[in-house]
C-alpha cells in the first residue's frame, strides 16, 4: 500500500487517495460519482431534451479564416511532430510582441514565455510549481473549477476572497483579511468568470500591495483580456511593483473561437517562469504543433479583429440579457467574458442547482449553477445564482432568450 497521497491505488469500497484530495475541488459531481461535474450533468440533460446549452463557455462558430487556414497549411507542410517544449519561436515571438502592442509590457520571447497546452496547463504548472502542502494559496470565490482542483493536488490549502453582489469587484477588507503570511501564491482572474466582472485598477494595486506584503506570489489568468465591453483591462504585470513576481497567462481559445486546440502561454520574469518550465515539461512536454504559428498569425490581426469580437459580443450580451429580465431574473451586466450571471430570488428560487436541472425540461434552455465554481460557504452565498454563456450565434441566443421569456409561465 503506497504512503504517497497522490497515489491512484484503488481503495476498496471508497473513492482513491487522490479523489479525496480532488473532493473539496468538486471533482465529485453533485451526485456523488467520481468525475460526473454539474456540466457533464446539465449537459446530458441539454441533448436529452434538445435544449439550447447556453452552459458550456464554447462559441458555435469557427474563428477567423486566415487562423483556421494556417493551422491546415501547417499540417499539409509536415508541421506535425513535437514542438521545442518552451513553445515554436514565432509564437514566442507573436505573444512578446502582443504585450507589447496591447500593453507596453516588454517580455523576452527567449526567457519570459512559454507555450502551453492552453491557459488551464500554465494554470497547473504554475501552482504545482509554487505550492504545495503548509502553503496557501489565494483564490476569488465564485472561481473557475480547475484552481481548486490544482490547488488540491497540490497539497495546498486553498483560501478565498469572496466577490459580492451587485458589481463583483474585490472588497479591501475582505482581500486585505484573506492574505497570510502563508499565501504563497495569490491566483487573479481579469476578466472573472463566473462573474463577469473587470477588475479596476485600485483592486489590483491593492492586491499587488498585499502580495508584496506577505511574499506571494501573482498568477494572474487573463484569458478575456479582449472580451471586454467599455472598461479597461489593467494587467497586473504592468503595476507598479508587480513585475518581478507576476506570471501571466492566456490562451487563443477565447479570443480565436479555437477552445479545442488547447494552445495557452504564460509569460514572467525569467527565474520564475524557468521553474513553471520544469513542471510543464512533466506535464504534457509539448503542445500542437500545427496549432502554434496559427495562433501567431492570430496575434498579429489587425486592431479591427479585436474591436469586432469585442463589439459582437456585447450584441449579444444585450441580447440575452433581454431575455433573462424577461425571466424573471435578476441580471448582473458583465463587463466583460462571454458569461451573464443571474439571481433567481426574484422568481422565488432559492436553489439554482435544482433549477438547473429543470430548465432543459422545462423552457429547453440549459445553464451552470453558480455554486459549482463555489466551496461550501460561497455556494451557500451563491446558492440562487445561474450563469449563462452567450458565445452563441444570435439565432441561437434569440430562440434562448425567447424561450427563457417563457419561464414565468413553468415556475
Ligand atoms: C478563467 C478561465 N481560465 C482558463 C480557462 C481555460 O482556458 P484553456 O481552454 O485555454 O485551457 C477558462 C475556460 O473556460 C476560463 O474560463
Known amino acids: 500500500m503506497t504512503t504517497d497521497p497522490h497515489a491512484t491505488q484503488a481503495a476498496p469500497g471508497g473513492p482513491r487517495p487522490w479523489a479525496r484530495t480532488a473532493r473539496g475541488a468538486n471533482l465529485l459531481g453533485s451526485d456523488g460519482r467520481l468525475g460526473i461535474t454539474i456540466f457533464e450533468e446539465v449537459t446530458a440533460l441539454a441533448q436529452h431534451h434538445a435544449a439550447i446549452n447556453l452552459g458550456q463557455g464554447f462559441p458555435d462558430e469557427d474563428g477567423p479564416r486566415e487562423i483556421l487556414d494556417a493551422a491546415r497549411a501547417a499540417i499539409a507542410d509536415g508541421a506535425n511532430q513535437y514542438a521545442p517544449g518552451q513553445g515554436l519561436a514565432v509564437l514566442r515571438d507573436a505573444i512578446a510582441a502582443h504585450q507589447e502592442r496591447f500593453y507596453g509590457l516588454a517580455v523576452d520571447p527567449q526567457t519570459e514565455v512559454i507555450v502551453s497546452t492552453g491557459a488551464t496547463e500554465s494554470i497547473a504548472a504554475a501552482i504545482l510549481a509554487f505550492a504545495g502542502p503548509g502553503d496557501e494559496v489565494l ?28 458589481d463583483f469587484q474585490p472588497d479591501a477588507a475582505t482581500l486585505e483579511a484573506a492574505f497570510t503570511d502563508r499565501t504563497r501564491i495569490v491566483v487573479v482572474n481579469n476578466p472573472h468568470n463566473p462573474t463577469g466582472s473587470v477588475f479596476r485598477r485600485e483592486a489590483l494595486e491593492l492586491i499587488v500591495r498585499l502580495a508584496e506584503r506577505h511574499g506571494a506570489i501573482i498568477v494572474t489568468d487573463e484569458v478575456y483580456e479582449h472580451l471586454r465591453f467599455g472598461a479597461a483591462h489593467v494587467p497586473v504585470a504592468t503595476l507598479p511593483g508587480a513585475a518581478a513576481r507576476t506570471l501571466t497567462i492566456s490562451s487563443a ?27 510543464k515539461t512533466f506535464l504534457t512536454y509539448t503542445s500542437g504543433t500545427p496549432f502554434q504559428g496559427a495562433v501567431a498569425v492570430g496575434l498579429g490581426l ?110
Open 139 to 166: 483564490t476569488f470565490e465564485p472561481f473557475y473549477d480547475s484552481y481548486g482542483a490544482v490547488i488540491g493536488l497540490s497539497g495546498a490549502t486553498h483560501t478565498t476572497a469572496p466577490l459580492s453582489a451587485p
Open 253 to 279: 481559445g477565447k479570443t480565436f473561437s479555437v477552445t479545442g486546440w488547447k494552445i495557452g502561454w504564460l509569460s514572467g520574469p525569467a527565474d520564475l517562469v524557468a521553474q513553471v518550465r520544469t513542471v
Open 302 to 411: 489587425p486592431d479591427e479583429f479585436y474591436d469586432s469580437i469585442a463589439s459582437t459580443l456585447r450584441r449579444k450580451r444585450d441580447l440575452l440579457g433581454e431575455g433573462l429580465r424577461a425571466a424573471g431574473f435578476e441580471v448582473f451586466e458583465p463587463e466583460g467574458t462571454f458569461f451573464t450571471m443571474v439571481d433567481a430570488a426574484p422568481l422565488g428560487i432559492d436553489d439554482a442547482t435544482a433549477l438547473a436541472r429543470r430548465l432543459p425540461s422545462l423552457i429547453g434552455v440549459a445553464a451552470i449553477p453558480v455554486a459549482m465554481f463555489c466551496h461550501e460557504d460561497g455556494a451557500e452565498r451563491t446558492r440562487s445564482m445561474l450563469r449563462f454563456a452567450f458565445c452563441k450565434r444570435f439565432d441561437v441566443i434569440e430562440e434562448g432568450a425567447r424561450r427563457l421569456a417563457t419561464l414565468r409561465e413553468h415556475v
